[in-house]
C-alpha cells in the first residue's frame, strides 16, 4: 500500500524558510503527481503545491506563487516543497498526498482529487 512519509515542519520567524520532504512508497503505478496541501485550524483543507512526478510539471497556489517551489528527487522516490518567505498566515498542518488520477496538477492540485495522505506535519511561523 502507498506511504508517504513527512518531515521538514517545525518553527520558523517570519521571512524564513523551511523544506518539507515527503518520501513515497509502495505505488504500483509509474505515473503519479504528489501534492502538498495545508490546513490550518478551522479553515478547509487547501491545495499549496503540486507536481506530476513523471513529467515535471507544476501547480503552485496564488497564495505562495514566487515563495515556494516544488521539485521531486526521483532516486530517492521523494518530493521537496521549499518555502521562503514565510509569513504568519503559513502556518498550518501541512500533508502530502498522491494521486494516479489526477497528474494534470495545473487543473488539479485539490484535495479531492487526491487519494493517500501523509499524517502530516506542522509548520509554524511566528515571532
Known amino acids: 500500500q502507498v506511504q508517504l512519509a513527512e518531515s521538514g515542519g517545525g518553527l520558523v520567524q517570519p521571512g524564513g524558510s523551511l523544506r518539507l520532504s515527503c518520501a513515497a512508497s509502495g505505488f504500483t503505478q509509474v505515473r503519479y503527481a504528489i501534492g502538498w496541501f495545508r490546513q490550518a485550524p478551522g479553515k478547509e483543507r487547501e491545495g499549496v503545491s503540486c507536481i506530476s512526478v513523471s513529467d515535471g510539471a507544476t501547480y503552485y497556489s496564488d497564495s505562495v506563487k514566487g515563495r515556494v517551489a516544488i521539485s521531486r528527487e526521483n532516486a530517492k522516490n521523494t518530493v521537496y516543497l521549499q518555502m521562503n518567505s514565510l509569513k504568519p498566515e503559513d502556518t498550518a498542518v501541512y500533508y502530502c498526498?498522491?494521486?494516479?488520477?489526477?497528474?494534470?496538477?495545473?487543473?488539479?492540485?485539490?484535495?479531492?482529487?487526491?487519494?493517500?495522505w501523509g499524517q502530516g506535519t506542522q509548520v509554524t511561523v511566528s515571532s
Open positions: 498526498a498522491l494521486t494516479y488520477r489526477a497528474t494534470i496538477v495545473q487543473s488539479r492540485c485539490a484535495p479531492g482529487w487526491y487519494d493517500y
